[in-house]
């Protein structure tokens, strides 16, 4: 099962407990914050590395375009809050 489905099925399962679903969502975004640190982080370390091998800068890139992905998978969810309550 995929990260966005799982994401999506933790939140299904808590809005019946607006104590639960409210938690879930705390988790969520404090989950995104990390991830979106963890890009920072990266994209620097790409800016940091320019001259060195392009397969680490490769591999900087794929995780960063993983990321993106994940926190971008995240917001939906935090953004269409609402509609789970």
């Keep these: ?5 799982q994401m999506k099925r933790l939140v ?3 809005s019946d407990n607006p ?6 969502f ?4 404090k989950n995104n914050e990390a991830l979106r640190e963890q890009l920072r982080f990266r ?3 790409i800016h940091l590395h ?4 392009n397969n680490n800068i490769k591999s900087l ?21 609402n ?3």
């Design 26 to 29: 705390n988790t969520l975004i």
């Design 12 to 14: 299904l399962e808590a």
């Design 50 to 53: 320019e001259s060195d091998d």
């Design 83 to 85: 509609n789970y309550s």
């Design 61 to 81: 890139q794929e995780e960063i375009e993983k990321l993106k992905k994940i926190i971008e998978n995240q917001s939906v969810l935090i953004r269409d809050k």
């Design 43 to 45: 994209n620097e370390m």
């Design 1 to 5: 099962m995929s990260y966005k489905l």
């Design 19 to 24: 104590k639960q679903l409210n938690k879930v």
